[in-house]
């Protein structure tokens, strides 16, 4: 089993930033997402990074103002949120997946990702 704790969230002016954490526990998972969900809309992908090469892929919304990373001394993954608008609101969650290898649109897949967190909420507003 993997554990997935969010953490970070909060409310932000547009233009402003905020971090996103993700403390992962258990077994040794190979990728981890970040996914949102809006209110009323569908959940979609933000960015997702490989725990052993550092790759990363990125939505093409969030491409340039969001940043993953990861420390894998921590088992921690970041979501760098930089100039927020208020398309970004939603709830943020990090998920874990345990697939090899493939392109973007395996990476951008939730079907993909086993394990959840349990959501973090981003507020854009002034």
Same mark, same amino acid.
């Given at each position: 089993?993997?554990?997935?704790?969010? *953490?970070?969230?909060?409310l932000?002016?547009?233009?402003? *930033?905020?971090?996103?954490s993700c403390a992962a *526990?258990?077994?040794t998972t190979r990728v981890m997402g970040w996914?949102?969900?809006a209110l009323g809309k569908e959940r979609e992908f933000v960015a997702a990074i490989r725990w052993s090469t550092g790759t990363t892929y990125y939505v093409?919304?969030?491409?340039?103002?969001?940043?993953?990373s990861r420390d894998n001394a921590k088992n921690t993954v970041y979501l760098q949120?930089?100039?927020?608008?208020?398309?970004?609101?939603?709830v943020y969650y990090c998920a874990a997946g345990e697939f090899v290898g493939g392109d973007y649109d395996v990476f951008a897949a939730?079907?993909?990702?086993?394990y959840w967190g349990q959501g973090t909420q981003v507020t854009v507003a002034s």
């Open positions: 089993q993997v554990q997935l704790v969010e *953490s970070g969230g909060g932000v002016q547009p233009g402003g *930033s905020l971090r996103l *526990s258990g077994r996914f949102r969900q093409d919304s969030v491409t340039g103002r969001f940043t993953i949120l930089n100039s927020l608008n208020s398309e970004d609101t939603a939730d079907k993909n990702y086993h």
